[in-house]
């Protein structure tokens, strides 16, 4: 009875415990399951942009794919990609330049350990030997001339670098000759299916040159008197054909030895330039910049210009020379030019342009309707330099000005209008002959910028300038952190940064003084940039960039 009454009074107290043991054992199995995890995401890959390119260079690419977020890194075959973005469908990242040519899986992996494989993605090409140019396109143009008998070619002289040329109407250029300071071309056209001559003169101790393979190859023609001078102060030489001479040339001298040098003046060459007659006496001691031959009558009158802006005329073919002209204002004769048909006085057209503005000076414009008697100074823009001035091959008194942003006129000069926009620093126009009205006329423009063509007679424009790689920078300055970062400093487009290895550049909205500004990457602080003046000034300032260019601020020096 007694056992029975303890159980009894125990027995709450046992279920009490029994059930603390159950809900504490239940608790316990909980705690320790762990349910499976979802499986991670298999990455899957679609692209990769670029996907040939070539080695030499740091290349930045574009992966494009699904489920990416994850990935921590990629390669190209065992060659490891820097990573610098990833989001769920792009990685941005970088492919080494010291990657050997061939052809490349892509791989990627997680961190947990999940991968994908785009077979054969990328092809890599050996590296460029030697230098090339990827842009920006254009520079600091001096002239540009279309073949007459070939409109498809073209040729084009730039300030500080030489010659290009074009075999496809300008949809690419290629460097013909590196000489800086190259004129204007002059095309002879030669027997019906030879290329024809081309004659180059220039500053610099360049001479005279000349092709007879479409500018691919190039050799020097000169008078024997060129030597001398070359060696004693220097001489500026001019090439010249003579309409309806298919072996005549002519060059002229300017020496830098002497304001009356003997050895200055006109030559002449009866085979190309293989041989040539001594100086014309009628010109010994002219320092020549300059000569024109009348349409009507090329074998007998002529006009010349010299370095002190004076101008002589001769209808004898050279023989003699009656007294000089000499224009208000004018230090030197830059360019003299006959329209190719007649005007209503009944004579050709005759320009002078004096000063000569790619050296500086101020360049004017001055026309005669009467052979040279009198002369009448054009102004197309008052105040602007007239750089040079294109006529149409076959519509009278329908020609172009190189002024500012480009000018036309309709009635021989007497009147004009400006271009339609898009030119900046306009110097010289190249007319393809054929077109029937202005307004069908194909026409380039060579500036202080870039080459553009028109198909309207230049009511719109279009850069043309692609592989002509004239744009040269003064200074240079490289990232210390980045070998594929750098700033230039150019005349023609200001400063300009890349950060892909000069594949491709963008402007910086820096002000820039001088075309050899200093510029200089801070070696212990990424992104600084300081960006000097340039030039000479009163109140010359330093700008500092903390951002690679994106912003500044200004630090006076005085």
Do not use: C
């Not at 009278?396 to 480009?406: K, S």
């Not at 004239?470 to 070998?483: D, E, I, K, Q, Y």
């Amino acid at each position: 009875m007694k056992a029975r009454l303890m159980l009894l009074l125990f027995a709450p107290a046992i279920l009490a415990v029994f059930a603390l043991a159950s809900t504490a054992n239940a608790a316990g199995s909980q705690g320790s399951y762990q349910p499976p995890e979802p499986l991670a995401a298999t990455p899957g890959l679609t692209s990769i942009s670029p996907a040939v390119f070539s080695s030499g260079v740091n290349v930045p690419v574009t992966i494009s794919g699904t489920d990416l977020a994850l990935v921590t890194s990629a390669a190209l075959g065992d060659i490891p990609l820097a990573l610098e973005t990833v989001t769920n469908t792009q990685i941005i990242a970088v492919a080494p330049w010291s990657i050997e040519p061939g052809t490349y899986d892509l791989r990627v992996r997680t961190a947990a350990g999940m991968t994908a494989t785009l077979p054969a993605a990328v092809t890599v090409s050996a590296a460029v030997e030697g230098w090339a140019s990827s842009g920006p396109w254009g520079g600091d143009l001096w002239n540009v001339v279309v073949d007459p008998e070939d409109a498809a070619r073209l040729y084009v002289s730039a300030n500080r670098s030489g010659l290009f040329q074009t075999s496809n109407g300008g949809d690419s250029w290629e460097f013909s000759l590196i000489k800086p300071f190259a004129f204007r071309t002059q095309i002879v056209p030669t027997s019906l299916g030879q290329p024809p001559a081309l004659y180059l003169g220039g500053d610099g101790g360049m001479g005279m040159v000349r092709s007879l393979d479409y500018g691919q190859s190039w050799a020097l023609k000169v008078p024997a008197e060129f030597t001398e001078l070359q060696s004693n102060g220097g001489v500026v030489v001019r090439p010249f054909a003579q309409p309806g001479h298919r072996e005549r040339v002519f060059v002229t001298f300017q020496s830098y030895r002497q304001a009356d040098d003997p050895l200055a003046g006109l030559y002449r060459s009866a085979d190309r330039g293989e041989n040539w007659s001594s100086v014309l006496p009628s010109t010994s001691g002219l320092n020549l910049t300059a000569l024109a031959f009348d349409p009507a009558s090329p074998d007998l009158k002529w006009v010349i210009g010299t370095d002190s802006g004076q101008v002589y005329t001769s209808t004898n073919g050279g023989q003699s020379w009656g007294a000089p002209i000499s224009f208000p204002n004018a230090s030197f004769i830059g360019g003299l030019l006959f329209a190719p048909t007649l005007g209503g006085s009944g004579h050709h057209t005759l320009w002078a342009l004096t000063g000569d503005s790619n050296n500086g000076a101020t360049a004017y414009a001055y026309r005669s309707t009467d052979g040279g008697d009198t002369w009448t100074e054009v102004q197309v823009n008052p105040g602007s330099a007239v750089n040079g001035v294109t006529y149409h091959d076959t519509i009278p008194g329908l020609l172009w000005a190189g002024v500012d942003g480009g000018y036309a006129s309709e009635d021989d000069g007497l009147t004009w209008l400006p271009l339609g926009a898009g030119l900046q620093g306009a110097h010289d126009f190249a007319v393809v002959p054929g077109a029937s009205s202005k307004q069908t006329t194909t026409l380039f423009a060579a500036t202080a910028v870039s080459l553009y063509q028109s198909s309207d007679g230049g009511a719109t424009w279009q850069e043309a300038a692609t592989g002509l790689g004239a744009n040269l920078p003064g200074t240079l300055a490289v990232s210390p952190f980045n070998a594929d970062e750098a700033y230039a400093a150019t005349q023609s487009r200001g400063i300009l940064h890349t950060v892909d290895g000069g594949r491709s550049w963008r402007n910086l909205d820096i002000p820039m003084g001088g075309y050899r500004m200093g510029l200089a990457a801070d070696p212990f602080t990424n992104g600084k940039v300081y960006f000097g003046d340039g030039g000479y000034t009163s109140n010359p300032v330093v700008r500092v960039s903390l951002d690679h260019g994106k912003h500044f601020t200004e630090y006076p020096l005085v």
